[in-house]
């Protein structure tokens, strides 16, 4: 179904992971994509495969406010609008509070929270005029925390209550602003758990469906918030997460 026929969709993070495969799904869909990364090899790989005359391809660094004004300057210039921003680019860090060097702080706020609020910040009065939509990649992890992972909770943490309020700001504007929030997704991010078989033991354990997420299984939860399916849905921090988040910490039994 050509939902997305007539809209302008900027996907970052699009070259792997679940920003690829929100990508895919919106590209079936019928959108323009905006496909956007800080890994060229990975990123023409996919507009390649995509095949799509109409997209857009930036090989860019979503900490950078600069990369982030441009490429929304050239979004305008090129289609004179833009209707869905789905923000996906992130890195991970894992380590007690003094583990490593201060500067690993920075590079995770940088890319997970920083890296959003750029995006947000330049694309906002296209997507008002557009009465588009935001949706965010969150996580789990934003939800609630985890051991010897809070970098990255902090990251996440801010990314929830962001999501809440812009679309508390932006409502009267029309725009409608959600976040995703995954459990265990299998991506090149999660790779090293991966070869710690116990580890991903541990995790699936406590996933009630019994495994970890496909990107695909986080790109129809994304495609659906952009949706008009979704036109009275706003401020909603969804939990992808195979059931995860419905326990209340206590063993199975």
Request: contains cysteine; hydrophobic residues 40%.
């Amino acid at each position: 179904m050509d939902s997305f026929s007539d809209k302008i969709v900027l996907v970052t993070g699009a070259g792997s992971g679940i920003g690829e495969a929100a990508a895919r799904a919106f590209a079936h869909a019928g959108a323009t994509l905006v496909l956007a990364d800080q890994d060229k090899s990975r990123l023409k790989k996919l507009a390649d495969e995509l095949g799509s005359t109409r997209g857009m391809v930036r090989v860019m660094n979503t900490g950078d406010a600069n990369d982030c004004e441009d490429l929304i300057h050239d979004v305008i210039q090129r289609y004179k609008r833009l209707d869905v921003l789905v923000n996906d680019a992130g890195v991970d860090h894992m380590g007690a509070v003094d583990d490593g060097k201060i500067q690993e702080w920075f590079r995770i706020m940088e890319t997970d929270l920083n890296g959003y609020f750029y995006m947000i910040r330049f694309a906002i009065p296209h997507l008002r005029k557009s009465k588009g939509c935001i949706v965010n990649v969150s996580s789990v992890s934003g939800l609630g925390g985890d051991w010897n992972h809070s970098f990255y909770n902090a990251a996440k943490g801010a990314i929830t209550n962001f999501t809440r309020a812009l679309a508390l700001d932006e409502a009267k504007h029309g725009v409608r602003v959600n976040a995703v929030n995954p459990s265990l997704v299998y991506t090149a991010m999660t790779q090293q758990m991966k070869a710690n078989p116990k580890l991903i033991k541990k995790f699936e354990e406590r996933i009630p469906l019994g495994r970890g997420a496909q990107p695909d299984d986080i790109a129809g939860p994304i495609l659906f918030l952009a949706s008009d399916a979704a036109r009275f849905v706003t401020g909603v921090n969804l939990p992808v997460d195979g059931g995860l988040t419905a326990s209340n910490g206590q063993p199975a039994l």
